[in-house]
């Protein structure tokens, strides 16, 4: 079953529970991944969806950081109800121990020692850890790494 397919299937449940919070995001996320699909000639792949759902939780990440600045509590207590909702259709994040050893053992594919080969570790990181680790946490922990 497919993320999209899954998101069918619960905006179908949330309106059956009349659950209008879990429903909005359910809708949201539907209309971010038929926004793609559309504008793309084949299907969409997993990678394309955890992509597009991953794009709506750094969204939702940025909005609870400014309304955290402007100390909107009703908007804040909301952002987080819709962050928890996102997270459920992405994959298990990586903690940072398992992040960390993922980034040595690219380290050691790729060969690098010094901050000079940053961009050769980042690339093929945020490749192969798609969707398992944030690009943030990714870079933190290369640039500890190699700095």
């Given at each position: 079953m497919?993320?999209?397919?899954?998101i069918n299937?619960?905006?179908?449940?949330?309106?059956?529970?009349?659950?209008?919070?879990?429903?909005?995001v359910l809708r949201m996320?539907?209309?971010?991944?038929?926004?793609e699909a559309l504008e793309q000639p084949e299907p969409l792949s997993q990678d394309q969806e955890i992509t597009i759902i991953s794009?709506?939780?750094?969204?939702?990440?940025?909005?609870?950081?400014?309304?955290?600045?402007?100390?909107?509590?009703?908007?804040?207590s909301a952002t987080q109800d819709e962050i928890?909702?996102?997270?459920?259709?992405?994959?298990e994040q990586l903690s940072p121990e398992a992040l960390e050893a993922k980034v040595r053992e690219i380290m050691a594919q790729v060969g690098a020692?010094?901050?000079?080969?940053?961009g050769k570790v980042m690339g093929l990181a945020a490749s192969s850890l798609k969707g398992q680790a944030e690009g943030k946490a990714i870079n933190e922990t290369v640039k500890r790494?190699?700095?």
């Amino acid at each position: 079953m497919t993320l999209t397919e899954r998101i069918n299937q619960d905006i179908k449940t949330a309106m059956k529970a009349k659950d209008k919070d879990s429903l909005k995001v359910l809708r949201m996320l539907k209309a971010a991944l038929q926004k793609e699909a559309l504008e793309q000639p084949e299907p969409l792949s997993q990678d394309q969806e955890i992509t597009i759902i991953s794009r709506e939780l750094k969204q939702r990440r940025d909005s609870l950081a400014e309304f955290k600045k402007a100390d909107r509590e009703d908007l804040v207590s909301a952002t987080q109800d819709e962050i928890v909702i996102v997270k459920k259709y992405l994959p298990e994040q990586l903690s940072p121990e398992a992040l960390e050893a993922k980034v040595r053992e690219i380290m050691a594919q790729v060969g690098a020692t010094s901050k000079a080969d940053f961009g050769k570790v980042m690339g093929l990181a945020a490749s192969s850890l798609k969707g398992q680790a944030e690009g943030k946490a990714i870079n933190e922990t290369v640039k500890r790494l190699l700095g």
